[in-house]
């Protein structure tokens, strides 16, 4: 552990788009350094050395738990390596780990994890963003503060861009990314167990892959990955959340919309997608995220506005909220804070996502088991 006063440093592995979000927002803490960037591909690494030049280069896991030089480590790979990096990690040091969504992209990789997890004496930290933008934790302060009354009903609808390219178009099949329902769907999934405060009991869903990356081959092999679908959980305390997810409507205003109903009103959250996607040279700035609270009695929506750091935004695509994570997992480095994404949370995202893109699969509601940690069809 640093010493107080002492630069905390961090090394990074995978320095993709995400990998350099997370460079970019460390580096606007106070008190951290970068060390070590490990990265196989040579213009990801290239391109996160221009972000920090006095970092030490290495081209994977094992360079990178050789170099000595670290507090903490950040991952941000491919979906698939998420389990095997963190088993390895786990068994060779005792170091805080910072590990982007989906932890995993298998059932059976589960109770692995778990097991592995149960004696690590550091703070491991899902990375689940979206809890952190800033319209988000209005909206889930003002649920706690009782402006809904008692929850119900919940829904999140995203319309969104196609998934981007990735090195190695990794992010074009299921057997790698888990699934569209885990690769994207585990923040709100996630999100879902935040706002309902229960676990989930059973889902059911429908979706396809209906117009993108059908016309694409990598390996003789068209993508497999849903691109729209709708998603109904049940939690065990009654209440109810649904998903509508398009992944061909980056022409939309907002990007997500939520909304949170309960025996006293609504809450609805608005917030943009990306920055740099929006044409602000035939539209004007970006769209400002915005929170409407709609009381039953006495009637009146109430709008705010929930603008973000400029200086985050430019960080980033995710609304300031990975700053204001790594901020969270920081403090818990330094004991100064708990562990507020847990690997068991990040663990029932994926289950719920596997699940939901099983009910697609085989037309069938799918219950959840182990508290939300498995499931039977």
Not at 32 to 54: F, G, K, Q, S
Not at 178 to 206: I, W, Y
Request: net charge negative; proline share 6%.
């Amino acid at each position: 552990m640093t010493q107080q006063g002492t630069p905390l440093r961090y090394g990074i592995l995978g320095c993709g788009m995400m990998g350099r979000e997370h460079i970019r927002n460390i580096q606007l803490l106070d008190n951290v350094e970068i060390t070590v960037l490990a990265e196989p591909n040579a213009e990801m690494r290239e391109l996160a050395h221009t972000l920090v030049p006095e970092a030490t280069c290495v081209d994977d896991l094992d360079a990178l738990m050789e170099t000595n030089n670290v507090d903490a480590i950040v991952v941000a790979t491919p979906n698939y390596q998420h389990a095997e990096q963190l088993l390895g990690m786990l068994s060779r040091c005792s170091l805080p780990i910072l590990i982007e969504k989906p932890i995993c992209t298998r059932i059976e990789d589960v109770n692995l994890l778990l097991d592995a997890a149960a004696t690590h004496p550091s703070p491991i930290w899902v990375a689940m963003e979206y809890r952190y933008m800033p319209p988000i934790t209005k909206l889930l302060s003002l649920l706690d503060n009782g402006e809904v009354g008692q929850r119900h009903l919940f829904s999140i609808r995203e319309h969104r861009f196609p998934f981007l390219e990735k090195v190695d178009d990794w992010n074009r099949f299921n057997h790698k990314t888990g699934g569209t329902l885990v690769e994207k769907c585990c923040h709100f999934f996630d999100l879902m167990r935040l706002l309902t405060q229960a676990n989930p009991v059973r889902v059911f869903g429908s979706g396809s892959q209906a117009v993108n990356h059908r016309d694409e081959q990598y390996d003789g092999q068209t993508p497999d990955i849903l691109d729209n679908a709708f998603v109904t959980v049940e939690f065990g305390n009654g209440t109810r959340a649904s998903l509508e997810l398009c992944m061909f409507a980056e022409g939309s205003r907002y990007q997500e919309e939520i909304c949170a109903v309960g025996d006293a009103g609504k809450i609805e959250c608005f917030v943009p997608g990306p920055g740099r996607f929006w044409p602000t040279e035939t539209l004007g700035e970006a769209p400002v995220s915005k929170v409407i609270s709609s009381p039953r009695n006495p009637k009146g929506p109430k709008q705010m506005d929930v603008p973000v750091d400029p200086e985050l935004l430019e960080a980033g695509d995710h609304n300031g909220s990975t700053f204001y994570q790594h901020q969270k997992f920081q403090r818990a480095i330094l004991g100064e804070q708990s562990v507020e994404v847990t690997l068991e949370d990040g663990l029932k995202a994926v289950v719920l996502g596997l699940a939901a893109q099983e009910a697609i699969k085989r037309h069938k509601v799918i219950n959840i088991t182990q508290g939300g940690l498995g499931f039977e069809g």
